[in-house]
Nanobody, 120 residues
Framework: QVQLVESGGGLVQAGGSLRLSCAAS????????MGWYRQAPGKERELVARITSGGTTDYADSVKGRFTISRDNAENTMDLKMNSLKSEDTAVYYC??????????????WGQGTQVTVSS
């Protein structure tokens, strides 16, 4: 089992910045890829960015050049630095983690979500 807790959401003006953090606990040795997803009202949840345990990153086209994902494997944390925020970035942001390994149960975990609101 893995527990994920997000922090850092809030209200920001368009053009501003926010940093989201995700802290993992439990069977963290089993975690492979971690990612950030978001869900805006009336829309499906979508991938924002993800990062492998080796540091390979992948971003949605809509956030490339504005958002940066990073993780600290020793501290079991993952961050999302969001710059040049737009009103369309308004959503609930969720931390996500995959677990794999010969001694681990393959599974997928979600945090409870943190609200990001960008005012125009």
């Amino acid at each position: 089992q893995v527990q994920l807790v997000e922090s850092g959401g809030g209200l920001v003006q368009a053009g501003g910045s926010l940093r989201l953090s995700c802290a993992a606990s439990g069977d963290t040795i089993c975690i492979s890829t971690m990612g950030w997803y978001r869900q805006a009202p009336g829309k499906e949840r979508e991938l924002v960015a993800r990062i492998t345990s080796g540091g390979t990153t992948d971003y949605a086209d809509s956030v490339k050049g504005r958002f940066t994902i990073s993780r600290d494997n020793a501290e079991n944390t993952m961050d999302l630095k969001m710059n040049s925020l737009k009103s369309e970035d308004t959503a609930v942001y969720y931390c996500n983690a995959d677990t794999i390994g010969t001694i681990c149960l393959a599974d997928n975990y979600w945090g409870q979500g943190t609200q990001v609101t960008v005012s125009s």
